[in-house]
């Protein structure tokens, strides 16, 4: 089993498909779904940092449940550190659509992470030292 780490893909997002080098949201969602599955085995760990979808998918109905079931099709198993974008998606519709464990955003992760014998944290905020 691997760990693997990811964030951001902001699923749906249409203002930044052509900076991204796409003409659709579906082709854009469906390459990032094609690269994660490449490498992610099923049995694999995924730890998400936030930012599944755009806030704009939670408006609809049919594209919440478009999503639900597309989410389901990506290998691992994963966990979801909210981010602001999943926010106003309930925890219960992200653990149909296959995440088995949703951290709220701002809550760390209560369980001790050890990868390679370090001592890990995950969170979906920014943490920035003074200087």
């Known amino acids: 089993m691997a760990r693997w780490v990811t ?6 997002e249409d203002p ?3 900076q991204r ?4 949201v579906t082709a854009q969602d469906a390459k990032i779904r094609e690269n994660f599955n490449r490498v992610v085995q099923p049995r694999d760990m995924v730890y998400h940092l936030g ?9 609809s109905p049919n594209n919440m449940r478009l ?8 290998n691992g198993r ?4 909210s981010g602001n974008h999943d926010e106003p998606i309930p925890d219960e519709w992200f653990g ?3 995440f088995h ?3 709220p955003q701002g809550k760390p992760y209560k369980t001790q992470i050890v990868v390679d014998g370090e001592r890990a944290m995950f969170t979906s905020i920014t943490i920035h030292r003074k200087r």
């Open 51 to 59: 930012d599944v979808l755009v806030k704009s998918v939670a408006k």
């Open 7 to 12: 964030s951001d893909w902001h699923l749906g």
């Open 78 to 81: 994963k966990v979801l550190f």
């Open 16 to 18: 930044t498909i052509r």
């Open 21 to 24: 080098g796409f003409t659709s």
């Open 101 to 103: 464990a949703i951290i």
């Open 67 to 74: 999503y639900q079931r597309f989410l389901k099709t990506f």
């Open 96 to 98: 149909e659509a296959g």
